[in-house]
């Protein structure tokens, strides 16, 4: 069974960070993209950023040179550095997998239809 878990959020002050983890199993051929998404209140869920197999991170244009993407292969984990963080920031965050069974994506990582696995979520909230 795929299991996809995060942990990591909490509370904390405008201009502060947070670091959020996602675990993974069940995967039996691994995963070729994994990504985080957040969903604040009242809005659509959108993509934060992503990363392929190789490394290869994107970002969208709101949490670049603030946010980094990485990923442990081994672990088959992934993690979201938040730092600088602003009130617009406060969401539930995604973790996100593309399984490799499926086959490769073309289009934007950063889309929700690019993913097959999806974690519960982890609450972000940020003071002012």
């Known amino acids: 069974q795929v299991q996809l878990a995060e942990s990591g959020g909490g509370s904390v002050q405008a201009g502060g960070s947070l670091r959020l983890s996602c675990a993974t199993s069940?995967?039996?051929?691994?995963?070729?993209?994994m990504g985080w998404f957040r969903q604040a209140p009242g809005k659509e869920r959108e993509g934060v950023a992503s990363?392929?197999?190789?490394?290869?991170?994107q970002y969208a244009d709101f949490v670049k040179g603030r946010f980094t993407i990485s990923q442990d292969a081994a672990k088959m984990a992934l993690y979201l550095q938040m730092n600088n963080l602003s009130t617009e920031d406060a969401a539930v965050y995604y973790c996100?997998?593309?399984?490799?069974?499926?086959?490769?994506?073309?289009?934007?990582?950063?889309?929700?239809?690019?993913?097959?696995?999806w974690g519960q979520g982890t609450q972000v909230a940020v003071s002012s």
């Open positions: 990363i392929n197999f190789d490394d290869r991170a």
């Open positions: 996100a997998a593309r399984r490799a069974d499926v086959g490769w994506w073309s289009g934007s990582p950063l889309l929700r239809n690019a993913y097959t696995d």
């Open positions: 069940g995967a039996t051929l691994g995963w070729i993209i």
